[in-house]
């Protein structure tokens, strides 16, 4: 499946990385690497700590050990706005649209690192300001031809079914035109149908655009399927860590994990 | 069949970029700036100008100034008057101390004190939400009314601490009718509402919204929250500031720093919730709405024989019973209203 | 130093006044969520009417006190029946705003119903100093004020008692930790909402026949309660003992900032002194004294 695309070096790697809450710890020592234009995934039960991992990559969670590299740079802890500027993006577990604002919008938000017009510029919406809201409107339209939401343009994103919820969400990210994407269960709550609409888009973004993707998902059939190289984290640590077929025979992963089910 | 976007097919998003996309709303805009630069200047009275007139404009500016931190960028304040109040002084003394200086340039450095202050009193907003933040900025509505009251400088050394506004020129042209003085206001009013409204569709206000309904995913997506919150802090006040200048300058004449308390605070919060939050036209609207509840009380209970103290009270009562009703019955104000009126309009004659 | 702890100790005791209105806040905001800005026009109103309710029906104080809770406890049913339960579910916002606008309908109400002059009220507590401490020390401390602080500790442990010990205290703290689930153990909810409402009006009476009794029963009374505000910021909007020392530290602190250092600036800060205080405390530890940090989820 995954033959047209060429793996590349390591982009980002994690290691040693610790995070707890209060006495929770949700992570222990935690280390592994994401290759450049794969799709890796993560699972593992209920609060094993896959959010929070995701949450220590972008920089929202500040882990108390370990170290994180990403594009050859260590960093003790990322910076949320250096993540998204250098060009990590994101979907959430719980839908972290803006409510308040149309589908367009949100989307069109994806792309404000690419604005560079300053306020004032905008509040006179001349030259520069207009040119740039004209260009990205372009780039955002791109997008929802691609994730198929023209019927919902200008939809308030609260008024819309859980599933498009998804599917803005990830639009949104898109729109930052990312390196590297990380999605955090896009497809639970979904029925078969729009997983397999998530799915084919998911694989799309990889192929072509090239976007390297760190995804958590439960559905195992879709993880076998998609994904080249698993984490599985069990309690916070990390308890297998290969290819789908590897993992799915490794005894451990199955005494924690997939024998659970 | 009056009110129809059928047919009106974008063939580019450059028509769709433009500030009002429905031809239908480009012609009532344009109704109503006729009416308001042509018609009311040759009809109304002298009452009208000054007393309905001018205040609603320059509350509708406050609102809009209110309606960027609030109702766009969420950061609840009950400190809108401590603002306009630092407008209005600052303009004054720009005027008072340096000699030439153009009123409009005064009216700016006004605003843009009051944006620095806006700064400053802004930075607990980074570290608290909510009711704590709304607790913090009556810091801002005392502290700053104080700070006037109690410094000489500010008031440049009145015995009263009441400030008479200097007489305001403009390329030689006095401003010093009720009308003229609507007109200005109406210039300046126009002009700001419309970068406003520029603003809140644009990357700005898209930032500002983001932090307002889910800032930790702002964050994610790269918005700066410093920068974003404190450019709202700073530019809502900017607005407040004006309006303050021209409630001294074009409506009260002589003011004390009282004249800035919490009661116009609370006021302007009305006209922001009834109006509509997060909404540009909603300011006008709940503006224009509370301006005229106290003309309209007045009016009844004249007619009905009541004693004048009733009216005041009345008035308390009317304004608080409406917050509550609209926030039960509709809590976007008499913006969404508007809408669904336009949508009704739009179906009509076929209800379905 | 003598006149530095006399200074203090009026401080502390106005502090307790204003540790008790911060507790009628708390009282409701624990039990459902909303943070009720209406307990200053509560206060007012509370006060407001013992006083007319004598001077229109020449009743004794003893009588129009009872009259008056009726009337705060009819009050609290009333307004959790027609502002709250419309308004459930909502954001914290919404009912924020709402108690804003009941605080406006409450100060017209009240001075439209009972006129808005001035008036005495008496709680034949004299405001003078107690002998045995001016002589032993030398020390003014006030009659009035150490009566009222103890009246307000009584009261704040009888909350405490009643919050802790009772059936309905059980309730009420289950509905503030989690409403849901209140609901699903069958407790009903619009019930304690009423209680609560009803129990903040007492505290309410009881600050506003203190707070009026000492500086005239009038509209300015609102802006007392407001300084409950800064108190809550200081103490947390959930913990009793922190509206108690939140209460102290602010009464404390604007008396000596006024005292020291009033003169320098042309006297007056008391009016902001409190916020600021409170302002920057918050920016150094935004969760308030008795908070417990949170990391917001994603
Ligand atoms: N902000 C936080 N504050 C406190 N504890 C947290 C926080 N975020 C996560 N945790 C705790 O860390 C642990 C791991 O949570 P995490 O959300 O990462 O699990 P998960 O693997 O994503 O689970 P799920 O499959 O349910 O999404 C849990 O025990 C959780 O309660
Ligand atoms: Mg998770």
Redesign the interface.
Known sequence: MSTARRIGDVILKVDHISLSFGGVKALTDISFDVREHEIRAIIGPNGAGKSSMLNVINGVYTPQQGSITFRGRERRDMDTYEAAAHGIARTFQNIALFSGMSVLDNIMTGRNLKIKSNFLEQAIWFGRARREEIENRRVVEEIIDFLQLQHVRKTPVARLPYGIKKRVELARALAAEPSMLLLDEPMAGMNVEEKQDMCRFVLDTNDQFGTTIVLIEHDMGVVMDISDRVVVLDYGKKIGDGTPEQVRSDPEVIKAYLGAH | MIYREAGQFKTS??T??Q?FPIAQDRIGIALMLLVAFVVIPRTATPYFFSAIMTPFLIYALATIGLNILTGYAGQ?SLGTAAFMAVGAFASYNFMARIDGMPVLLAFILGGICAALVGIVFG??SL??R???L???T??TQ??VV?CL???PWFTNNSASGVITAQQIEILGYRFDTPQSKYLLVLVIVTVMAL??K??VR???G??W??I???D?????????IVHTKL?AFA?SSFYCGVAGALYAYCYLGTVEPEAYNLDVS?RI?FMV?IGGV?SILGSFLGAGFIVLIPIALSYLVHFTGLSN??T?????????????FF??VE?HGLARLWQIGKEKLRLWPFPH | MQFFFEVLITGLLSGVMYALVALGFVLIYKASGVFNFAQGAMVFFAALTTVALQEKFGISLWIAIPITMVVMIAFGFLTERIVLRPLVNQNEIVLFMATIGLTFFLEGFAQLVWGSGVRALDLGIPDEPIAAILDSAGMVVSKFDVTAAVICGVLVAALAVLFNKTKIGRALRAVADDHQAALTVGIPLQHVWGIVWAVAGFVALVAGLLWGSRSGVQFALTFVALKALPVLILGGFTSVPGAIVGGLIIGATEKLAEVYLGPYVGGGIEGWFPYVLALLFLVVRPEGLFGEKIIRRI
Request: no cysteine; charged share 15%; aromatic share 12%.
């Open positions: 998003y450059v769709d970029a500030i609840l930075l607990p570290r608290i909510g009711f704590y709304a607790a913090s009556l810091a005392f502290f104080w009251t109690k410094v970068m406003a520029n603003l644009s990357t700005t898209r930032a919204m983001a307002r309904d889910m930790v995913a702002a964050e994610v997506i790269g918005f700066r450019t530019i609370f919060l919730l997060g103290s009733v005041s009270n009345l008035e308390l009562m009317v304004f608080g019973a409406l917050i509550i926030l039960i809590p």
